[in-house]
Structure formats: structure tokens, C-alpha cells
């Protein structure tokens, strides 16, 4: 946090610098990425990620869209606009927030969007099949995403029972839980724990995380068998 002199600010853990939140989604074939926060451009370049076949976005808040206009590096080298998936009130967000990535006389460098709407129904991202989830973050719809055994969430605090079954049966889950006190729109981490348990999830990884949690170290020793803390380049695979 800029300005913050607190034990996790100051660690030199390199698992308490925290990016935000984004994941990178891949096949043999495809490579898809969830969100493009302030920190898209930097995340890229640390990992050397020279392809992306779309993108597919959770809900319009700064911290997930903030870094859309430096897909014109991507762009730029494949001559054509990126794919992107979202609902439509993130939709509407991303066609105000770069008005000039839709203009009909654009500016030469801006980046291009191949805009397709998603709703709760399942698509097919290049070769990988999405199941969008619907999630609330307070009174916002957000979509949290399974692909095959391992599901995405963040920014959420509360599901829905018919949304939770979609859950249901993933090996991996990935959860939002911002700190341990109470928040208004996010789950703590107790909620994020018992959400886990309560839909028997064998491994978690927990997202999103405010630096009030605390250091990455400290908070993984006290988590239940399963459950860890998510780290910046953290890679889970499965077949
Ligand atoms: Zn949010
Ligand atoms: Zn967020």
C-alpha cells in the first residue's frame, strides 16, 4: 500500500508484494487472462507473457480494468483486436472508460477490442470451456469463472445456493478473502474458510488479500490442511 509503513508493507517476503488480483488461464492452445488491473502492463512483463488469446473480465471496478489500454502491446504485434469477454454493465464500463479504443477515426497505438457479451451461460474461450459464476460484492453482480476442475472468485461476499453447485466438485478453487475483520464486500477470511468447507473443496488458494490480513508467512501457518494463501507467479497445474 503506498505509504504504508506496516509489518506486511515492509516485509521483505517477496510473498508479501502483492500485485492485483489477475490470473492467467492456459491450454496447450489457448491463453486466456482474467482481469487487467493498474498492474496488467507489469505482470506481463515479469512474466514474460508474449500472447494472449483474450480476456475475460469479473465486474468494471478500477483495480480489474485499469490496465485495458496496454493490450495495444498485444494488439500491436498480432494485427488484430483482443477478444474480450464480459457482462454487459462491464462492457458498458470498458466502452466508456476507452471511449477512443471505439472511435471510428482512431488514433494510430490504440488498442483494440473485439467486445463479446457474456451472461451466467457457459462459452467456449479458444479451446477452453468457461462456466461464468454469478457472485455478489455487496449489491454488484460479479462473475467468478470454473474452468473444468478449478474455479476463479474474487471479489465476492456472498453466492448464491444455485451458483454454489456450479462450484461444486472443483479440485482447486481460488476465493477472495481481504482480511479478518468484517468487510462490506468482500469475504473475510473465516467466511472465505468456511465457504471453502462448506463445499468441500479439497485445495484453496486465497486471493485479493489486503495488506491488513498480515504477513504471508504468519497467516499460512494458522490456515485449516487445504487452504493456503495465493502468492504473485503462484502456478497450480491439472490435467
Ligand atoms: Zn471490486
Ligand atoms: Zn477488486
Redesign the pocket.
Known sequence: MIGCDCAVCTSPDKKDKRFRSSILVQSSATTLLVDAGPDFRCQMLRHKVKHLDAVIL????K??IAGMDDIKAFTYFTKKPMKVYADSPTEAAIRREYYYAFADNKYPGTPEFDMNTITTEPFIAGDIPVIPILVW?LK?P?LGFRFGKFTYI??ANFIDETEKDKIRGSEIIVLNALRKEKHV??FNLQEAIDLVKELEIPVAYLT?ISHQLGRHEEVEAELPQGIHLAYDGLLLTSD
Open positions: 469479473t465486474h468494471s471496478h483495480d480489474h460484492h454488484m460479479v474474487t471479489d464486500s468482500h485479493h
